[in-house]
């Protein structure tokens, strides 16, 4: 089972720049679609973005299209989400997510099987 860490959240002002990083370890991530969601205070957790095993597809929801965009790298093992422009609404804990199979069904919490603890993504106005 592979297990996710995120990293490099943290406090920036609007229209600032911020890229996550999720290391996985235990198993290659080669064999997994990965994901990003996120989660504000009292909301539930929402999908952001998404990348298939090879990196060759991808898909961000609307809300973030033209300012985040979601890459890999599998020989480090590590998938990234490089966040622009960012406004206090993007505010929330990100989460990296790993689904073993095909790149067909990715936009909700149950379609993943394993999840990192959480990066916190703070943006002021």
């Known amino acids: 089972q592979v297990q996710l860490v995120e990293s490099g959240g943290g406090l920036v002002q609007a229209g600032g720049s911020l890229r996550l990083s999720c290391a996985a370890s235990?198993?290659?991530?080669?064999?997994?679609?990965m994901g990003w969601f996120r989660q504000a205070p009292g909301q539930e957790r929402d999908f952001v973005a998404a990348?298939?095993?090879?990196?060759?597809?991808?898909r961000l929801v609307e809300a973030v299209k033209g300012r985040f965009t979601i890459s890999r790298d599998n020989t480090k093992n590590t998938v990234y989400l490089q966040m622009n422009l960012l406004n206090p609404e993007d505010t929330a804990v990100y989460y990296c997510a790993a689904k073993r199979a095909a790149f067909t069904s990715f936009i909700k919490t149950t379609d993943y099987d394993v999840w990192g603890q959480g990066t916190q993504v703070t943006v002021s106005s």
């Open positions: 990348i298939s095993q090879s990196g060759s597809q991808t």
């Open positions: 235990g198993r290659t991530i080669s064999d997994y679609s």
